[in-house]
């Protein structure tokens, strides 16, 4: 039973191109989840997609930063012309959905991205 | 969600049981209280939660006081493989924070031989 899967584990990017980061759900989880944990920082919260929708994107960048999860297929997170201060460890998480209670999230390895 | 107090820090002895509190004194009525751990730069790897009653299963206890105001989570055999960032999180369900998680700065369990 798969758990969750992220690629690429490591990413490198120069300052300026994008960086698209896959993740994959255990299988019939309908709920995915992105949090971005800078170098010696907390993990923060940056959007909560269901399949084709995105229900709370609270916490992504206002600008170069996007979300999809698509009816078929991985979620992507796509960063657009990188800066130096994306680099960070992202993490995916999913969740088969809330049924009356709790709804807990299991992670990914992470993506480590670089930007040179 | 209701914030949450960890100490910063903690020991324990291989083989000895290690007992990580954590303060939720603003808990609504609707929110669980929720363990992860991260293991040096790893994905955060999901513990126990509960919602009133003391939970239990492979990897821990957790024991919620009768107030709801504090927890304990409790590995019951520590092994060198237990050193890690150890999360309390109390999230809301069923609201606008519906899947939220908000990870504070956590304890840090070194277990040591």
């Known amino acids: 039973n798969a758990g969750v899967m992220q690629n690429p584990r490591h990413l490198v990017r120069r300052r300026g191109q994008e960086a698209r980061l896959r993740c994959s759900p255990v299988k019939g989880h309908s709920h995915v989840y992105w949090y971005r944990q800078l170098p010696e920082e907390g993990l923060k919260f940056m959007v909560y997609l269901q399949k084709e929708n995105i229900i709370d994107e609270s916490g992504m960048p206002k600008e170069r930063f996007s979300a999809e999860f698509p009816k078929e297929g991985p979620s992507i997170l796509r960063i657009q012309q990188v800066v130096r201060g994306d680099s960070a460890a992202y993490f995916c998480?999913?969740?088969?959905?809330?049924?009356?209670?709790?709804?807990?999230?299991?992670f990914g390895p992470g993506t480590r991205l670089t930007v040179l | 969600d209701a914030k949450t107090t960890q100490p910063p820090s903690m020991d324990c002895a291989e083989g000895r049981a290690a007992n990580l509190p954590c303060n939720h004194s603003t808990i609504s009525g609707n929110e669980y209280v929720y363990w992860y751990r991260q293991i040096h730069s790893q994905g955060p790897q999901y513990i126990i939660h509960g919602l009133k009653n003391n939970e239990t299963n492979e990897m821990a206890s957790l024991i919620i006081t009768e107030d709801r105001k504090s927890s304990t989570l409790i590995l019951p055999h520590a092994t060198l493989r237990d050193t890690a960032v150890y999360y309390c999180?109390?999230?809301?369900?069923?609201?606008?924070?519906?899947?939220?998680?908000?990870f504070g700065a956590g304890t840090q369990v070194v277990v040591t031989p």
């Open positions: 998480a999913s969740s088969p959905g809330g049924i009356r209670g709790s709804d807990t999230q299991y």
């Open positions: 999180i109390v999230t809301r369900i069923l609201t606008d924070s519906w899947g939220k998680l908000q």
